[in-house]
Structure formats: structure tokens, C-alpha cells
Nanobody
Framework: DVRVVESGGGSVEAGGSLRLSCTVS????????MAWYRQGPGNKCELVSS???????YYDDSVKGRFAISRDNSANTVYLQMHSLTPPDSAVYHC?????????????????????????WGKGTLVTISS
């Protein structure tokens, strides 16, 4: 069975930092594109950041310069380091997995209904930023 487990959420004041972790089991991790989404109204998930099998990264404009995504293939884990957090960053953050055939490039949607558009999703971790 595939398991996707996020951790690291919490409550911090504006300007603070958090590091989210997502550990995946049951897949060949090196053959995955990984993404962090945050859940908005109406069960819509918006792409925050992604990292592909070749290390290519993407950041939404709202988090560029503040967030950093990385992956440790030896630990089957992807991280999202978040700095200079603001109240609009408050959300449930979901980790999502797309299984990629080696040598190909999959599609990572920028906005999807949560739990769709990627092969596997974690249940999410709550981030709350107070002003």
C-alpha cells in the first residue's frame, strides 16, 4: 500500500518559519514528481511548490523567495521550508505524488480539486499564522 504522511504544521506568528515534511512509502520514490498544495475554499487545492524527478522546482509567485522545496530520495521524503510566513499562508497543506515513467515529464496541475490530479495525496497538515 502507498502511504503519504505529512508533518511539521503548526501555529506560528507572522514572520515565523516552519518546515513541512512528507514521507512516502510503497512507491519507487526516485520515479515521483512531488508537490505541495494548499487547500482553499470549496475543496480546491492550489499548487504551492513542486519538485520533479530531475530536481526541477516550481514556486507559486506568492511564495517565491520565502519557501524552498527539497527532496531526500534516500529517505523517501520531500520538504517544504517556509520563512517569513504571513496570515494568508494559513491553510491545510497537502503533499501529493505523481508516479512518472522514467524519462518522461508528467503534468502537475496548478489548481485541482483536492485529492484529484495526482496519483496519491496525504491527508494534510494544518498551518496557522497569527498576525
Amino acid at each position: 500500500d502507498v502511504r503519504v504522511v505529512e508533518s511539521g504544521g503548526g501555529s506560528v506568528e507572522a514572520g515565523g518559519s516552519l518546515r513541512l515534511s512528507c514521507t512516502v512509502s510503497g512507491v519507487t520514490f526516485v520515479d515521483t514528481d512531488m508537490a505541495w498544495y494548499r487547500q482553499g475554499p470549496g475543496n480546491k487545492c492550489e499548487l504551492v511548490s513542486s519538485i520533479r524527478t530531475d530536481g526541477t522546482t516550481y514556486y507559486d509567485d506568492s511564495v517565491k523567495g520565502r519557501f524552498a522545496i527539497s527532496r531526500d530520495n534516500s529517505a523517501n521524503t520531500v520538504y517544504l521550508q517556509m520563512h517569513s510566513l504571513t496570515p494568508p499562508d494559513s491553510a491545510v497543506y497537502h503533499c501529493a505524488v505523481s508516479i512518472i515513467d522514467p524519462g518522461t515529464r508528467g503534468t502537475i496541475f496548478h489548481q485541482v480539486p483536492c485529492y484529484q490530479g495526482m496519483d496519491y495525496w496525504g491527508k494534510g497538515t494544518l498551518v496557522t499564522i497569527s498576525s
